[in-house]
């Protein structure tokens, strides 16, 4: 590399909107007070979110033919730019968003040479909340280094801020990823209904609680949509992953080992042995939802602004539904990876909600064992949903 360039700068607002007003979008949603609670466990220890995503990684290889397919469209659309902008939101702690990104670089760079075209300058913008681990995350920029096969200069910079908010000057951005991000809301709906210990949509839930998941990924949905359309350049283009479900005839229903499931099991769990109070387990609630490969095709053609170009439903598997789990390692217990994982997910918003009150360590003791009795389990409910858009 001729030059590398890090830095971290604050996201602006369009229009002299904050980023909370902005992140409400037309239909008035807003941010929970401190939606920072949303980021990763940071560091590179034992339980943080770097040690524990190899799930994330292992999406790579699903998505890459999609990746690569986009990124050549989008620089022959383009006529081959000087400078291409691309982003990665969502993009958490560790290096598996330097894994994606030069995935793309080099996509670039190998078109430009069967193209006999100059290589453009490529400016790197990694983008997640302003609690996320930056820092972490630019540990491995010597590694992303050594992944790249051209010397053309390559600047990486750090965008702290919601993307249910504007980031970006209007017209800059050429190319958005986003893996393992969008499920999340931009907070818990509102008017859920807090009488039983359950995170998240399960078959008892009332339908009017299925409702207000639904329509607040809707609203949050249609907001990203929004904020990237004025942010890209026409023909620029969007590849999105993010975990759904498949369209079934019950929308409630998730299967008996969906991870969530298993969250409120292991909380329930923590109630019954009186370690933690019923209703401050009551009133917790994950800011997710999954939705089928119907709902988001409706939402992006709601929206208008961009062309569905790829749109793909893969098998989703944490791991614990097989007798030999991808995500074990040699030593491990049976569902002590897949419990790492989740709590690399989950812990800054168990931990921001229940304080003092809670023994992470023995919450996710329980979520291991939980883990361990449905390893047989072969009705799955959640799938990777991948799509690719195009900016009209």
């Known amino acids: 590399m001729d030059s590398r360039l890090i830095h971290l700068i604050s996201s602006s607002s369009s229009d002299g909107k904050s980023e909370n007003e902005m992140s409400k979008g037309d239909e008035g949603s807003s941010n929970c007070p401190d939606v920072n609670i949303l980021s990763m466990s940071g560091g590179d220890g034992h339980h943080s979110y770097a040690t524990n995503s190899l799930l994330q990684k292992r999406i790579l290889s699903i998505i890459k033919p999609m990746l690569v397919k986009n990124t050549k469209e989008m620089m022959t659309n383009l006529d081959f730019p000087e400078c291409i902008k691309l982003t990665d939101m969502g993009c958490s702690s560790g290096q598996n968003t330097f894994l994606f990104m030069s995935e793309i670089i080099n996509t670039i760079n190998l078109l430009c040479q069967e193209r006999n075209q100059t290589p453009p300058e490529i400016d790197c913008c990694l983008n997640d909340l302003h609690g996320n681990d930056f820092n972490t995350t630019f540990k491995f920029l010597t590694c992303f280094n050594d992944k790249l096969i051209s010397k053309t200069p390559c600047f990486v910079s750090g965008v702290p801020g919601s993307f249910y908010s504007r980031l970006f000057p209007r017209k800059s951005l050429h ?71 498949k369209t079934l005839d019950d929308p409630l229903y998730r299967d008996c080992c969906h991870f969530m499931t298993l969250l409120s099991d292991s909380l329930r769990d923590l109630v019954s042995e009186g370690l933690v109070s019923a209703s401050k387990a009551n009133s917790f609630k994950m800011p997710y939802y999954d939705p089928t490969e119907r709902e988001v095709k409706e939402i992006i053609r709601n929206e208008g602004s961009f062309q569905i170009n790829d749109l793909e439903a893969h098998p989703f598997d944490l791991g614990h539904c097989k007798g030999e789990s991808s995500l074990q390692s040699a030593g491990a217990k049976p569902g002590e990876k897949e419990a790492n994982c989740m709590r690399a997910v989950s812990e800054k918003m168990l931990l921001a909600h229940f304080q003092d009150a809670i023994n992470i360590d023995t919450m996710f003791q329980k979520y291991e064992h939980h883990v361990s009795q449905h390893a047989s389990c072969r009705i799955k409910t959640s799938v990777n949903l991948m799509v690719s858009l195009v900016r009209k």
């Open 175 to 245: 190319f958005i990823h986003s893996n393992y991000s969008l499920h999340y809301l931009s907070k818990v709906p509102d008017g859920l209904e807090k009488n039983k210990i359950s995170v998240y949509i399960t078959s008892s839930s009332s339908q009017s609680d299925y409702k207000a998941y639904m329509n607040q990924f809707h609203k949050d949905f249609r907001t990203f949509l929004r904020m990237r359309s004025e942010e890209m350049v026409s023909n620029g283009r969007m590849v999105l992953t993010l975990i759904g479900r």
